[in-house]
């Protein structure tokens, strides 16, 4: 089945600092997203991006499918933004969403 | 209006014990899941329906069987529930194809 590597593991930032996350896969996909899940335990979605270049408030998200990475950028972070992000894809069936180990990340004031 | 929406939000209960989770989503879509978070927030999927019909089965024990009355419920029981069933059970849906998951707020799930 397909594998989702995810790193770093763990990541400690100060506020107001900008980081990168990335997202590896094994295999072609055609459904790719990140999500938030807070420290309340939601899983909030914050792009659904197969492909290409999108970009929400001070979050973006970039996928190259044909190189089989994706990567998620944090600007100016808040401690808000702490928690665990998580990549997942779907397979071409479109029934089953893998999800990577996550990346921990805590942004201190 | 929440879109997928997971009740209870916690679940405390004995070893044996027999216990329902009841998930519905209002987004019209036709594919539901059960995803289990274990304690080091690994999440793995462990059902997938589409339509009422059971399409992913994951090597769940048969202690768990899910019953979906509609596309638009798909509720979980466990039954003769143990220790290592403590988790978070969270519930999703989408639309069959290249588009985008909806997670409910999960179910803490405590046996003791």
């Known amino acids: 089945g397909i594998q989702v590597e995810q790193s770093p593991p763990d990541l400690i930032l100060q506020e107001g600092a900008n980081s990168t996350l990335r997202c590896n896969f094994s295999?072609?996909?055609?459904?790719l997203q990140w999500f938030h899940q807070n420290p309340w335990g939601q899983l909030i979605n914050l792009f659904y991006?197969?492909?290409g270049t999108k970009q929400n408030g001070r979050l973006s998200a970039t996928t190259v499918a044909t190189e089989r990475y994706s990567l998620l950028y944090i600007s100016s972070s808040q401690t808000t933004d702490s928690g665990v992000y998580f990549c997942?894809?779907?397979?071409?069936?479109?029934?089953?969403?893998?999800f990577g180990a996550g990346t921990r990340l805590f942004v201190k004031a | 209006d929440t879109a997928v929406s997971q009740t209870p939000k916690y679940l405390v209960t004995q070893m044996g014990n027999d216990k329902s989770i009841k998930c519905e989503q209002n987004l019209g879509h036709d594919t539901m899941y059960w995803y289990k978070q274990d304690s080091k927030k690994f999440l793995k999927i462990m059902f997938s329906?589409?339509?009422?019909?059971?399409?992913i089965n994951e090597t769940v024990p048969n202690r768990f069987s899910p019953k979906s009355p509609d596309k638009a419920h798909l509720n979980l029981h466990i039954n003769s529930l143990e220790l290592g069933d403590s988790a978070v059970y969270f519930c999703a849906s989408s639309v069959q194809g290249n588009t985008e998951a909806f997670f409910g707020q999960g179910t803490r799930l405590t046996v003791v």
């Open positions: 997942a894809v779907r397979n071409t069936g479109g029934f089953k969403t893998i």
């Open positions: 991006i197969p492909s």
């Open positions: 295999d072609s996909v055609n459904n």
């Open positions: 329906y589409n339509n009422k019909e059971l399409i």
